[in-house]
């Protein structure tokens, strides 16, 4: 069984930042396209950015963008997401995926178990 572990959740304010983290162990996702979604309480699980783990490409929701940078180590089997400039609708639970789409989650087959991001105000 693929597992993806996060890291890096928490509690910020809003305009602060938070680092996630999303590694692999044991296993490299050269062909896949690798993603982060979220899951606000009460609503549908949405993407929020991917990075192609051949080109670099990366693509981002528009909710995000300029504010969040996602962002890979080869040598670490590790993915990142930066988040910059937080609000309030930030806070859900963010997944890290693995998968052959983009911006649909039922096109990704390998998941995380999830961490939490909490803004306050």
């Given at each position: 069984?693929?597992?993806l572990v996060?890291?890096?959740?928490g509690l910020a304010q809003a305009g602060g930042s938070l680092?996630?983290?999303c590694v692999a162990p044991g296993r490299t996702f050269h062909s896949?396209?690798?993603s982060w979604?979220?899951?606000?309480p009460?609503?549908?699980r949405e993407f929020v950015a991917s990075i192609s783990w051949s080109d670099y490409s990366t693509y981002y929701d528009d909710s995000v963008k300029g504010?969040?940078?996602i962002s890979r180590d080869n040598?670490?089997?590790?993915m990142y997401l930066q988040m910059n400039s937080l609000k309030t609708e930030d806070t859900g639970v963010y997944y890290c995926a693995a998968g052959s789409g983009l911006r649909s989650a039922s096109d990704y087959i390998y998941w995380g178990q999830g961490t939490q991001v909490t803004v306050s105000s």
């Open positions: 069984q693929v597992q996060e890291s890096g959740g680092r996630l983290s896949y396209m690798m979604f979220r899951q606000a009460g609503k549908d504010r969040f940078t040598a670490k089997n590790t």
